[in-house]
């Protein structure tokens, strides 16, 4: 708003300095030197016309100015300036002659405004020139432009301290004044690379701007993937330095919103909103997947920028009935946040999530050149699928699931602070199924082979009823020692590391069959894999193979040898060999299946011997399911 003063009284001087030009026909040279006076004993800035002045009479009066430089009495490069390639003010003779002379058309070509951001609250960083008393006369005080223009503007925000700055380039505008007193400005912009456009209709009283309530219209529309829309309306006020902003409604994108803010413009901007929506969603870009499938490759190394946060202190409070972050659904949702000193911290509190509810803290300081991330959570009861499918893109887990992080990481990309993270983990999953994988016919795989990668088909699955794991988190490597898969069908313990900043992992996994589909309550004994399987390499696409001497060198070798030490990959009964005679791997996986279901039969066709500690018992067919559907279950056939 103080540029709108500034702006009525430069326009104020040209007039004056017109009529002088009119009446007297004074030379260039004299009009620079009016031109300057004026305006500074009127807005307290000083202005430099380094380049020509014109003055045209026809076909109506008019000054144009050239190189115009606006800026403060002995400020120095650290401080804000205004830099015009081109000012040219139109006039409309009748108005000169009738006593209330008007400016129809001031057009302001390749202006650069430079300002500095401050990263203290100290005092103001705008100039202040002189105000005129609050029973100004209304005539006097009235705004005198019919229209202006901007085109090709550009400002610049640098950081005086370190040098850096950020460039809002391509600013088009037109602001227009109508009988009513209505104000109306569009324009567009291109911050970034995101072409920008806005609409901004205000109708301030008459008198001073001070102290009274703005009637204000504003519309933001951001083009490109994804495009956004704002539209807002409330009642401004002028107080000071500070803008007031109450009744504030409107809708972000299809979110309607309501509630208040204030910016306080006396030196780095303190800015407070409170804002409660019906659906609030950001839209943020596609998560990148942490599924084995797309893990092959690495993570971005795109710089994060999160030095604004130095310059600007804010008190956020946010709250939706709905939010959305990119395919993840949260409701309802309240954030508290608050920015000083260049750190952020934001805190959200019982946010429901797919029938349960997350809780958490995030902090991230930009004081420094490498900044600093820090993220307390716990997540309960929340299904996982849909979570970590739309939060990371992670699709493989499913059922009901809590978990725990305390990290910190520092870095100015994803791969630098994923690289760094350090803290624990926890997680434990209930009742679901691990999806796209076939666990028990993994196993089956490992006794004639190796495997190269997780075998994914998604017409497979691995049910669960409890997958459970803590990790400790040293510079990206998160160590576990108690990995536990436990399913209808499958028992499996694990410990290792997975290096998280190069998408690697190195476990030693003890799998087992359960010939049983009664889950973690069931009493079967597990068959285990005679000796443990290493996973590592890749996580989208590991080597696994039992933990065999010289099994990678020479696969064949290796495997004839277990079958030569009679214990096979299945339990003490031994997988067999085709060569020799005796049961094969076919037939005594047939007779534990059958120990599992209480039905045991020897290979030969005899009733096996009970165990020491069961009396011998007949077949139960109405209690436990057939072979076949085991062998389906298991295998996939």
Known sequence: MRALKIAGAAATCLVAILIVLVVTGAHSGFVTSLVQDRIARET???????????????????????????????????????????????????SLLSGAPKISDLAIDHPTLRLPMLRERAGSSLPVGPTRPE???????????????????????????????????????????????????????????????????????????????????????VSGSPAHRLT???????????????????????????????????????????????????????????????????WSDTAIDVSGLNYVDAQVTISAAELTIGEARFAPASVEAAIAGGVLKATFSNLGAYDGQANGVLSIDAKGSNPSYALKTDVTGVRALPLLSGLAGFDNVDGRMRATADVT??????????????????????????RNLNIAKMIRALTSGTLSGWQERPDQATDLSQLRATATIA??????????????????TAAGTVDIGSKTLAFRVEPKLVMTTEGQSGNTDP????????????????????DVAGILNDPAAAYAKLRELGQGLFGQSGAGDPNKSGPNFGETLDSLIRQGLGAATAPDGQPSPARPSQEPSAPSRDKQPPVDEIMKQLFGR
Do not use: C
């Not at 100004?136 to 009235?142: F, Q, S, V």
């Not at 990481?409 to 691990?434: C, E, K, P």
């Open 135 to 221: 029973n100004t006369p209304d005539n006097e005080a009235a705004f005198p432009i019919e229209r202006m223009t901007v085109s090709n503007g550009t400002i610049v925000f640098f950081d005086p301290q370190i040098g850096t700055e950020e460039t809002v380039g391509d600013i088009n505008a037109s602001v227009t004044l109508g009988a009513d007193r209505k104000i109306n400005i569009t324009g567009d912009a291109r911050p970034g690379d995101r072409p920008l456009t806005f609409t901004l209709a205000a109708t301030p009283s008459a008198g001073p701007l001070g102290r009274r309530n703005i009637p204000t219209e504003l519309t933001l529309e």
């Open 232 to 298: 807002a309306k409330a009642e401004v006020r002028i107080n000071g330095d500070t803008l007031l902003v109450n009744g504030l409604s409107g809708s972000l994108d299809d979110g309607k919103f309501n509630g208040w803010a204030s910016v306080d413009l006396a030196g780095k901007p303190l800015v407070k909103v409170d804002l409660d929506f019906q659906r609030l969603g950001l839209g943020a870009p596609p998560p990148q997947p942490l599924a084995p499938k797309a893990g092959a490759q690495p």
């Open 475 to 492: 510079k990206g490597q998160a160590v576990t020692n108690d990995l536990f898969l436990a399913g209808p069908l499958v028992r499996m």
């Open 44 to 94: 307290g800035y000083r202005i430099a016309i380094k380049g020509r002045t014109e003055i045209g009479v026809w076909p109506s009066p008019s000054l144009t100015l050239h190189n115009v430089i606006l800026d403060r009495p002995g400020s120095s490069a650290s401080d804000g300036r205004l830099a015009v390639g081109e000012i040219r003010a139109g006039f409309e003779l009748a």
């Open 527 to 546: 068959v285990g894999l005679g000796i443990p399987v290493i996973v590592q390499g890749p996580w989208s696409e590991p080597l696994i193979y039992p």
């Open 409 to 434: 990481g520092t870095g100015v990309s994803l791969r630098a602070i994923l690289s760094s993270l350090t803290g624990t983990a926890s997680i434990d999953v209930r009742d679901g199924a691990i």
